[in-house]
């Protein structure tokens, strides 16, 4: 299972990025794929998602980001998409996407529930 994400660079604050993670069709069929991050120091934490890639309108956010970032999916490109917008210093760190065969509801944004791991795009938001 490979996942690959893109997009992450310098941006001021006020800014705004779209990041990519992407992977093959047979991962993208056989995993719900998510969004996380991870400040430094600070444990992984869940950013956005749902538990079917299939739902294309019922996604979580993590409140610190709700109103400000955008998730979408991509079943053509088998791809998973983050838009943040109005980006804030605490915004910055390595963000990742999760994939998972087994996600509920309830345990969607817990990152020991989540199989695979891509390499992660770093986001750093300047003042």
């Known amino acids: 299972v490979q996942l690959v994400e893109s997009g992450g660079g310098l941006v001021p604050a006020g800014g705004s990025l779209r990041l990519s993670c992407k992977t093959s069709?047979?991962?993208?069929?056989?995993?719900?794929i998510n969004w996380f991050r991870q400040a430094p120091g600070k444990e992984r934490e869940f950013v956005a998602g749902?538990?079917?890639?299939?739902?294309?309108?019922?996604?979580a956010y993590t409140d610190s980001v709700k109103g400000r970032f955008t998730m979408s999916r991509d079943r053509a490109e088998n791809a998973v998409y983050l838009q943040m917008n109005s980006l804030k210093l605490e915004d910055t760190a390595v963000y990742y996407c999760?994939?998972?065969?087994?996600?509920?509801?309830?345990?969607?944004?817990?990152?020991?529930?989540?199989?695979?791991w891509g390499r992660g795009t770093q986001v750093t938001v300047s003042s």
């Open positions: 999760g994939a998972s065969r087994r996600l509920i509801t309830s345990t969607l944004r817990l990152s020991s529930v989540y199989d695979y």
């Open positions: 069709g047979r991962t993208y069929n056989s995993y719900t």
């Open positions: 749902n538990r079917l890639n299939g739902d294309h309108t019922n996604y």
